[in-house]
C-alpha cells in the first residue's frame, strides 16, 4: 500500500524542483517582511521617509557638479538635473535589489537557522521593498519632469510609456538574479562579499548613468551594451527624456540575458538553502 | 488508514569537522570531478560515530547515525539524551532547517518547529506587528491571525502593551509573546525544543498546560526535546534516548527517563588498568581511578546536589628513590571551567615514599557540587612539590541531577557550585541608627 506524505525530506531533490505552490502559501509573509523593511528603516529618525527623497537629490546635485559641470560631460541637451536623476533612480532600483539580495543567507542566518519558510520569500520581499522605495523616488523624479515642462522645455511622448512597467520588470529581475547567485556563493566563499561592494560601485560607470551612450563610439560603445544594464537605462531614458537609445535587439538581449540570470539565480539558490546552516 | 503522521527512515546526517575554509574548492571540485564521472562523493563515505569522548580520527562526523523510528497521531514523544547526543540535529532535519545526508522523513500534515521563541521578531515593531509577522514566519496566514489575535495577546498577558515596540518589553515578556503565537498555530506535528527552559515557573506551568490541551483534543503530535526530566516525565507518552547520534532506546516515557539516568551516570566512574598496560612512563603508573555517591558505593548510584563524591586514585610509583609524593587533580564543569584544584601538596597530606603502590582517597564534601557535568581533567602525581612525574587527562566524569525541590527554579542552572552556606537570620525589635 502506498501511503500518501504531505511532506517528504530527502537528502537532495532535483534541480529544477521548485515548489511555487508553498510559496504562494507563504503569501503572507511576503508582504509582513515588506511592512517590516519600510516600517522599522526609519525609525527614530526626524526626516522619516523624507530620507528617500534626500538621498536621490543629494546625489543627483554632486553628479550635477561634478559630472555636468567641472567634467563638463555633455548630457545629449537633457537639463543636467533630470538626466542624473533618471540615472540615479533606476540604478539605485538594481543595486538595492542587488545588494539587499546578495546579503539574505549571511542576514537571515539566525532566522534561518530556526524557522523553515521558503527561503526564496526573502529575497522576494527585498525586491519588492525596493520596488516601494522606488515609487517614491519615482515621484520624486515626476516633480522635477513637470517642473522642467512649465519652464517650456519639450519632451514628447509615444506609446513607448507603456514600456515602463516592463523595463523595471528587468531591472528587478537582474538585481534578484546576480544577488541570487552571489548570497548562494557567499555561504561559503565570503571573499564575494566585498567584490559586491564595490562591483555595485564599478558596475555604475559601465552602465550610461553619468553619461550618454551617444558620447560614445566603436569599440567602447560595443563593450559597453554586452552590460545588460545599459539598454534598460538607455530605454528608460528614451521613455521619459526622448533621447538615450531604444532598440528592439537591445531588449531582447536584456529580456533573455535576465531571464538566463533568474533561472540560474533560483538554480543556485535553490540548491544552497538547502544545507547553507551548515557552511556558513 | 494506518495513524503513523511522521516516519524517519535511515536517517544521517554528517558534519565536517575543524574549519570550513581551508581546502574547500579544492574539496568542491573533487566532488564535481566524482559526479561528472558518475562516482560517489569521495567524501561522504568516511566519517566516525560522534562520540566526543575520542579524538577526532577522521574529518567528519556522524552527528545522527542510522535514525529510524515513527510517531502515530496525538503521540507526544520526549526526545532526551546528553550534549551532543544529536537532538537538536534531529529536530533541524525534521523541521527542514538543513537537510539529511542520508535516508528520508515522511509527514503527514502541516508541521511546525518551535526551536526558539519569537523568531524574527523586530524590536523596533511593536507587539501587534509582531505577532503578525513571527506568525506569519511560522506558517499561519494574515486571516489566521487576526482570528486568534485576541487570545494571543492574553495568553501572553500584554494586553496593556499592544502597540509598544517590543525593544521596550522585559525579556521574559517577549518569550510570553513569541510563546503565546506559537501556542496559538495549529500544525498537525508541533517540534518543540527546551524552549520552555526560559521564562518563570508560572508561566513554564501555563505553557506545559497549553501544549498538552493542544495534543488532547485536537488529536495533534508533539516532538519535545528536554533536559528538564521532570517536565518530559509529565508531558509526554513515548520517550527516545539518543546516543552519540544513535537511538539508544525508544521505548514508554517512563523507561526511556529511567534507561538515560542509568546510561547518564555510569560513564567512566570507574577505569582499572592491569599492571602491565597501565598507561604511565618509566617513573610511575596509573593503575586505576574510579569515583562513587558518598554513602553508597552502588556502581551507578545517582549524585544529586548535595551529595558529596568520593575519589580514589592508585598509581605505581616505580622508582626506588624515596621522594616526596604528591596527588593532585583539575575538576572541570561541562563548559571547561575549572571549578577547582584538588591536592595533597596543599593540605599536606602527601608523603615520602619509595617504589610501591600508593593509594590517594579524597573526599568532595556534601553540599558544594551544583547540577551538571563534572570531569577530571588533569590527574597529576608530582614529586617534590614542583616535578610532574606522571599526568592523565581525562580520567573520570560523572553528572550531578538537580535534587528535586518541588516547584520553585526551574531555569538552567545558576553559578559552578551550589553550596551550602551558614546563614544567620533574625528580626531585630530594637534598631536604631
Given at each position: 500500500?502506498?501511503?500518501?506524505?504531505?511532506?517528504?525530506?530527502?537528502?537532495?531533490?532535483?534541480?529544477?524542483?521548485?515548489?511555487?505552490?508553498?510559496?504562494?502559501?507563504?503569501?503572507?509573509?511576503?508582504?509582513?517582511?515588506?511592512?517590516?523593511?519600510?516600517?522599522?528603516?526609519?525609525?527614530?529618525?526626524?526626516?522619516?521617509?523624507?530620507?528617500?527623497?534626500?538621498?536621490?537629490?543629494?546625489?543627483?546635485?554632486?553628479?550635477?557638479?561634478?559630472?555636468?559641470?567641472?567634467?563638463?560631460?555633455?548630457?545629449?541637451?537633457?537639463?543636467?538635473?533630470?538626466?542624473?536623476?533618471?540615472?540615479?533612480?533606476?540604478?539605485?532600483?538594481?543595486?538595492?535589489?542587488?545588494?539587499?539580495?546578495?546579503?539574505?543567507?549571511?542576514?537571515?542566518?539566525?532566522?534561518?537557522?530556526?524557522?523553515?519558510?521558503?527561503?526564496?520569500?526573502?529575497?522576494?520581499?527585498?525586491?519588492?521593498?525596493?520596488?516601494?522605495?522606488?515609487?517614491?523616488?519615482?515621484?520624486?523624479?515626476?516633480?522635477?519632469?513637470?517642473?522642467?515642462?512649465?519652464?517650456?522645455?519639450?519632451?514628447?511622448?509615444?506609446?513607448?510609456?507603456?514600456?515602463?512597467?516592463?523595463?523595471?520588470?528587468?531591472?528587478?529581475?537582474?538585481?534578484?538574479?546576480?544577488?541570487?547567485?552571489?548570497?548562494?556563493?557567499?555561504?561559503?566563499?565570503?571573499?564575494?562579499?566585498?567584490?559586491?561592494?564595490?562591483?555595485?560601485?564599478?558596475?555604475?560607470?559601465?552602465?550610461?548613468?553619468?553619461?550618454?551612450?551617444?558620447?560614445?563610439?566603436?569599440?567602447?560603445?560595443?563593450?559597453?551594451?554586452?552590460?545588460?544594464?545599459?539598454?534598460?537605462?538607455?530605454?528608460?531614458?528614451?521613455?521619459?527624456?526622448?533621447?538615450?537609445?531604444?532598440?528592439?535587439?537591445?531588449?531582447?538581449?536584456?529580456?533573455?540575458?535576465?531571464?538566463?540570470?533568474?533561472?540560474?539565480?533560483?538554480?543556485?539558490?535553490?540548491?544552497?538553502?538547502?544545507?547553507?546552516?551548515?557552511?556558513? | 488508514?494506518?495513524?503513523?503522521?511522521?516516519?524517519?527512515?535511515?536517517?544521517?546526517?554528517?558534519?565536517?569537522?575543524?574549519?570550513?575554509?581551508?581546502?574547500?574548492?579544492?574539496?568542491?571540485?573533487?566532488?564535481?570531478?566524482?559526479?561528472?564521472?558518475?562516482?560517489?562523493?569521495?567524501?561522504?563515505?568516511?566519517?566516525?560515530?560522534?562520540?566526543?569522548?575520542?579524538?577526532?580520527?577522521?574529518?567528519?562526523?556522524?552527528?545522527?547515525?542510522?535514525?529510524?523510528?515513527?510517531?502515530?497521531?496525538?503521540?507526544?514523544?520526549?526526545?532526551?539524551?546528553?550534549?551532543?547526543?544529536?537532538?537538536?540535529?534531529?529536530?533541524?532535519?525534521?523541521?527542514?532547517?538543513?537537510?539529511?545526508?542520508?535516508?528520508?522523513?515522511?509527514?503527514?500534515?502541516?508541521?511546525?518547529?518551535?526551536?526558539?521563541?519569537?523568531?524574527?521578531?523586530?524590536?523596533?515593531?511593536?507587539?501587534?506587528?509582531?505577532?503578525?509577522?513571527?506568525?506569519?514566519?511560522?506558517?499561519?496566514?494574515?486571516?489566521?491571525?487576526?482570528?486568534?489575535?485576541?487570545?494571543?495577546?492574553?495568553?501572553?498577558?500584554?494586553?496593556?502593551?499592544?502597540?509598544?515596540?517590543?525593544?521596550?518589553?522585559?525579556?521574559?515578556?517577549?518569550?510570553?509573546?513569541?510563546?503565546?503565537?506559537?501556542?496559538?498555530?495549529?500544525?498537525?506535528?508541533?517540534?518543540?525544543?527546551?524552549?520552555?527552559?526560559?521564562?518563570?515557573?508560572?508561566?513554564?506551568?501555563?505553557?506545559?498546560?497549553?501544549?498538552?490541551?493542544?495534543?488532547?483534543?485536537?488529536?495533534?503530535?508533539?516532538?519535545?526535546?528536554?533536559?528538564?526530566?521532570?517536565?518530559?516525565?509529565?508531558?509526554?507518552?513515548r520517550g527516545m534516548v539518543l546516543k552519540n547520534g544513535m537511538v539508544q532506546f525508544l521505548g514508554g516515557v517512563e523507561e526511556s527517563v529511567q534507561n538515560y539516568i542509568e546510561h547518564y551516570v555510569e560513564e567512566n566512574r570507574s577505569r582499572k588498568w592491569p599492571r602491565k598496560e597501565a598507561p604511565g612512563n618509566h617513573s610511575a603508573a596509573l593503575l586505576s581511578a574510579n569515583?562513587?555517591?558518598?554513602?553508597?558505593?552502588?556502581?551507578?548510584?545517582?549524585?544529586?546536589?548535595?551529595?558529596?563524591?568520593?575519589?580514589?586514585?592508585?598509581?605505581?610509583?616505580?622508582?626506588?628513590?624515596?621522594?616526596?609524593?604528591?596527588?593532585?587533580?583539575?575538576?572541570?564543569?561541562?563548559?571547561?571551567?575549572?571549578?577547582?584544584?584538588?591536592?595533597?601538596?596543599?593540605?599536606?597530606?602527601?608523603?615520602?615514599?619509595?617504589?610501591?603502590?600508593?593509594?590517594?582517597?579524597?573526599?568532595?564534601?556534601?553540599?558544594?557540587?551544583?547540577?551538571?557535568?563534572?570531569?577530571?581533567?588533569?590527574?597529576?602525581?608530582?614529586?617534590?612539590?614542583?616535578?610532574?612525574?606522571?599526568?592523565?587527562?581525562?580520567?573520570?566524569?560523572?553528572?550531578?541531577?538537580?535534587?528535586n525541590m518541588g516547584l520553585g527554579w526551574q531555569g538552567q542552572k545558576l553559578g559552578v557550585v551550589y553550596p551550602k552556606l551558614d546563614w544567620e537570620f533574625k528580626s531585630i525589635s530594637n534598631y536604631n541608627d
Open positions: 500500500m502506498k501511503e500518501k506524505w504531505d511532506l517528504v525530506i530527502k537528502p537532495s531533490k532535483g534541480l529544477l524542483n521548485f515548489n511555487f505552490k508553498e510559496l504562494w502559501r507563504y503569501r503572507d509573509l511576503l508582504t509582513m517582511f515588506v511592512k517590516r523593511d519600510v516600517v522599522t528603516l526609519y525609525k527614530q529618525t526626524v526626516l522619516g521617509p523624507i530620507w528617500f527623497f534626500i538621498q536621490p537629490i543629494m546625489t543627483m546635485v554632486v553628479y550635477v557638479v561634478v559630472f555636468g559641470n567641472i567634467a563638463e560631460i555633455p548630457t545629449d541637451g537633457i537639463p543636467q538635473p533630470l538626466f542624473y536623476l533618471s540615472g540615479i533612480i533606476i540604478w539605485n532600483y538594481f543595486s538595492e535589489c542587488f545588494i539587499q539580495t546578495s546579503d539574505t543567507f549571511a542576514q537571515n542566518q539566525n532566522i534561518f537557522g530556526k524557522v523553515y519558510f521558503p527561503r526564496l520569500i526573502m529575497p522576494m520581499s527585498k525586491v519588492a521593498s525596493g520596488l516601494i522605495k522606488f515609487f517614491i523616488q519615482f515621484f520624486l523624479f515626476l516633480g522635477v519632469f513637470i517642473y522642467y515642462m512649465t519652464q517650456g522645455v519639450c519632451f514628447s511622448f509615444s506609446l513607448s510609456l507603456l514600456l515602463i512597467p516592463y523595463l523595471i520588470m528587468l531591472m528587478a529581475g537582474l538585481g534578484l538574479g546576480f544577488g541570487l547567485i552571489f548570497t548562494s556563493m557567499t555561504t561559503k566563499y565570503r571573499d564575494l562579499k566585498f567584490l559586491v561592494q564595490f562591483g555595485v560601485q564599478l558596475l555604475m560607470y559601465a552602465t550610461p548613468i553619468i553619461y550618454p551612450m551617444s558620447m560614445l563610439e566603436g569599440r567602447l560603445k560595443d563593450v559597453i551594451y554586452l552590460n545588460p544594464l545599459a539598454h534598460v537605462v538607455e530605454s528608460f531614458k528614451y521613455v521619459f527624456l526622448g533621447q538615450g537609445d531604444l532598440s528592439f535587439y537591445g531588449l531582447l538581449y536584456a529580456s533573455i540575458f535576465t531571464a538566463v540570470i533568474v533561472f540560474m539565480g533560483m538554480l543556485i539558490f535553490n540548491k544552497t538553502e538547502r544545507n547553507f546552516v551548515d557552511t556558513i | 488508514m494506518s495513524d503513523i503522521v511522521l516516519k524517519v527512515d535511515n536517517l544521517s546526517k554528517q558534519y565536517r569537522l575543524g574549519e570550513i575554509g581551508t581546502g574547500t574548492i579544492s574539496h568542491d571540485l573533487n566532488r564535481w570531478f566524482a559526479k561528472i564521472r558518475g562516482k560517489e562523493d569521495p567524501y561522504s563515505i568516511i566519517g566516525q560515530v560522534n562520540d566526543r569522548t575520542k579524538k577526532a580520527e577522521s574529518d567528519f562526523v556522524w552527528a545522527l547515525k542510522d535514525i529510524n523510528f515513527e510517531v502515530k497521531r496525538g503521540e507526544i514523544l520526549g526526545i532526551i539524551g546528553k550534549n551532543g547526543a544529536g537532538k537538536s540535529t534531529l529536530l533541524k532535519l525534521i523541521s527542514r532547517i538543513t537537510a539529511p545526508t542520508t535516508g528520508s522523513i515522511k509527514a503527514k500534515g502541516r508541521t511546525a518547529s518551535l526551536l526558539e521563541v519569537g523568531t524574527g521578531m523586530h524590536p523596533e515593531m511593536t507587539a501587534r506587528e509582531n505577532v503578525y509577522l513571527n506568525g506569519a514566519i511560522m506558517g499561519m496566514t494574515k486571516k489566521e491571525i487576526t482570528r486568534k489575535f485576541d487570545e494571543i495577546i492574553s495568553f501572553a498577558g500584554c494586553d496593556m502593551y499592544v502597540d509598544t515596540p517590543v525593544k521596550r518589553f522585559s525579556s521574559g515578556m517577549r518569550v510570553r509573546l513569541g510563546f503565546a503565537v506559537a501556542a496559538f498555530l495549529e500544525p498537525e506535528i508541533l517540534i518543540v525544543d527546551e524552549v520552555l527552559a526560559v521564562g518563570d515557573a508560572e508561566f513554564q506551568k501555563k505553557a506545559i498546560g497549553k501544549m498538552k490541551d493542544v495534543t488532547n483534543d485536537g488529536g495533534r503530535t508533539v516532538l519535545f526535546v528536554s533536559h528538564n526530566m521532570e517536565s518530559v516525565k509529565s508531558l509526554c507518552n569515583l562513587q555517591k558518598d554513602g553508597d558505593p552502588a556502581p551507578n548510584a545517582i549524585i544529586e546536589t548535595g551529595d558529596g563524591v568520593v575519589f580514589n586514585f592508585v598509581f605505581d610509583y616505580k622508582e626506588s628513590r624515596e621522594v616526596q609524593l604528591d596527588v593532585t587533580f583539575h575538576l572541570f564543569d561541562e563548559m571547561n571551567t575549572l571549578v577547582f584544584v584538588g591536592s595533597t601538596g596543599k593540605t599536606g597530606d602527601g608523603g615520602v615514599l619509595g617504589k610501591g603502590v600508593l593509594e590517594a582517597v579524597c573526599k568532595i564534601p556534601k553540599n558544594l557540587l551544583n547540577e551538571g557535568n563534572y570531569r577530571i581533567g588533569r590527574l597529576l602525581l608530582v614529586q617534590n612539590r614542583g616535578t610532574v612525574l606522571y599526568e592523565y587527562k581525562d580520567v573520570l566524569s560523572f553528572d550531578v541531577v538537580r535534587r
